[in-house]
């Protein structure tokens, strides 16, 4: 049976984010066989939409986050980062075997296009996709959030996401105008629902089925051609992403 998937609205990381963190750390403790199951959970941070920006920041800021909330918890956490940040850094062996362990993978943000143009068909994704299956959450915020629907917008036009989560577009730090600029170039003719979340907020869910939204702010669905959102929801409550 395969894991969750985590989509976050961006500013991830930061004050006031600790309520979006804390549902990412619950997440990765069930993978790992719930609270009173005794093993560590492993927590690997993917810096991949950083890597033309300061990867080595978004990684130490996303370790930090991590441990901070596991203590919150009380939770035995191991976060490590995978370097996935060129070719070379997707067929290593090191960062295969940690993807391959993990129970959360984290995908902060960064570039949109990034996280497809290095992962797709590569080891590393192989390996993300085995966690997956194996009951691992697989996560991201803001680009890497978008990376994982069907379809995401880039400063070059709409280009296909890596499909975690299907018929589905995200737009993360969540404004209605938007969608308007963006929805020719990434719906190319698809059907697609949109989902929009705040600033730190994360959706935690199945594709298809009811996801539980923790956060500071809320998650919007937008249904295929529809201009706003059929569904809303806050911190603790739940709402169906198609």
Same mark, same amino acid.
Request: glycine share 14%; with cysteine; charged share 20%.
């Given at each position: +049976? *395969?894991?969750?998937?985590?989509?976050?609205?961006?500013?991830?990381?930061?004050?006031?984010?600790?309520?979006? +963190?804390?549902?990412?750390?619950?997440?990765?403790?069930?993978?790992?066989?719930?609270?009173?199951?005794?093993?560590?959970?492993?927590?690997?941070?993917?810096?991949?939409?950083?890597?033309?920006?300061?990867?080595?920041? !978004?990684?130490?800021?996303? &370790?930090?986050?991590?441990?901070?909330?596991?203590?919150?918890?009380?939770?035995?956490?191991?976060?490590?980062?995978?370097?996935?940040?060129?070719?070379?850094?997707?067929?290593?062996?090191?960062?295969?075997?940690?993807?391959?362990?993990?129970?959360?993978?984290?995908?902060?943000?960064?570039?949109?296009?990034?996280?497809?143009?290095?992962?797709?068909?590569?080891?590393?994704?192989?390996?993300?996709?085995?966690?997956? !299956?194996?009951?691992?959450?697989?996560?991201? !915020?803001? !680009?890497?959030? +978008?990376?994982?629907?069907?379809?995401?917008?880039?400063?070059?036009?709409?280009?296909? $996401?890596?499909?975690?989560?299907?018929? &589905?577009?995200?737009?993360?730090?969540?404004?209605?105008?938007?969608?308007? *600029?963006?929805?020719?170039?990434?719906?190319?003719?698809?059907?697609?629902?949109?989902?929009?979340?705040?600033?730190?907020?994360?959706?935690?869910?199945?594709? $298809?089925?009811?996801?539980?939204?923790?956060?500071?702010?809320?998650?919007?669905?937008?249904?295929?051609?529809?201009?706003?959102? *059929?569904?809303?929801? $806050?911190?603790?409550?739940?709402? *169906?992403?198609?």
């Amino acid at each position: +049976m *395969s894991g969750v998937i985590a989509l976050h609205g961006g500013g991830e990381y930061g004050p006031g984010d600790e309520r979006a +963190m804390d549902a990412l750390v619950f997440a990765a403790v069930e993978a790992a066989g719930g609270a009173s199951g005794g093993s560590t959970a492993r927590i690997v941070v993917v810096p991949t939409a950083a890597a033309r920006q300061r990867p080595e920041l !978004a990684a130490s800021h996303g &370790v930090a986050a991590f441990r901070d909330a596991a203590r919150r918890r009380g939770a035995d956490a191991d976060v490590q980062v995978a370097w996935v940040l060129d070719p070379l850094g997707a067929d290593d062996e090191t960062v295969i075997a940690t993807l391959d362990a993990a129970h959360l993978v984290h995908f902060p943000g960064g570039d949109p296009d990034l996280i497809p143009a290095l992962l797709r068909g590569t080891r590393a994704w192989d390996a993300v996709l085995r966690a997956y !299956a194996a009951g691992a959450c697989i996560a991201g !915020a803001s !680009a890497g959030a +978008m990376a994982l629907g069907e379809r995401l917008w880039t400063r070059d036009g709409g280009a296909d $996401g890596l499909a975690l989560v299907p018929r &589905v577009a995200v737009l993360p730090h969540f404004g209605p105008g938007r969608l308007a *600029s963006w929805r020719r170039d990434v719906e190319a003719g698809r059907s697609l629902a949109w989902v929009g979340i705040d600033e730190r907020t994360v959706v935690v869910g199945h594709p $298809g089925g009811r996801w539980r939204v923790a956060g500071a702010g809320r998650a919007h669905v937008i249904p295929p051609g529809a201009d706003r959102p *059929s569904a809303s929801a $806050g911190d603790g409550e739940t709402l *169906s992403i198609p």
